[in-house]
């Protein structure tokens, strides 16, 4: 079962390399929810075990907003601080903090172009990428339409492709790691 998903994630991976032009080391950025998750679980090192499940090198990113964020619930998460601290930081422009979300999309906007992978633990920031035009919701499509949405938006809708995997990496986490 495990070799299955891996074979598929990987599949995913390739297919956005190929499309996309995400290229190693892929840069994935986590928010606290998915930073806390990782030390919950025990999925450390975390480079590691993402690097497992997407066949590759990765980075791992975070922001000030999100560092900042999970400073601000105190105790409880003094650990996932300094985990985010460790990881490398996406340039937001924030001078004051605002929400994960929003300084998530202010890092993906609407085309991805620093081809980042969303890892997040949080159902209303999936939801919410995933509203925008993504080849991922094409895929319903007919074919035509997607190949053109596809080309014409060339690296856009990273954003949802990577919470997509980025739960199916944590499903592959838990599973390596119980
Ligand atoms: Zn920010």
Known sequence: MRVKRQKRHRK???????????REPYKVLCDGTFIHHL????LTPADDS?????????????????????KSLGESHIEAVE??????????????????????????????????????????????FQEAPNPLSCKRKKQNENTTVINNQDTE??????????????????ETTQ
């Open 12 to 22: 995913v991976v390739r297919f956005y390399s190929a499309c996309f032009g995400f």
């Open 39 to 42: 030390l919950v679980h025990g």
């Open 50 to 70: 993402l690097s497992h499940l997407l066949g590759a090198r990765v980075l791992l990113f975070t922001t000030r907003c999100i560092v900042s964020e999970l």
């Open 83 to 128: 985990a985010a601290n460790q990881l490398l930081m996406a340039r937001c422009d924030h001078e004051k903090r605002v929400s994960a979300e929003t300084c998530l999309h202010s890092i993906i906007g609407e085309s991805n172009s620093e081809h980042f992978f969303l890892a997040t633990e949080d159902c209303e920031i999936r939801k919410k």
């Open 157 to 174: 809708a990273g954003g949802v492709r990577k919470k997509k995997r980025s739960r199916r990496r944590k499903r592959d986490h838990k």
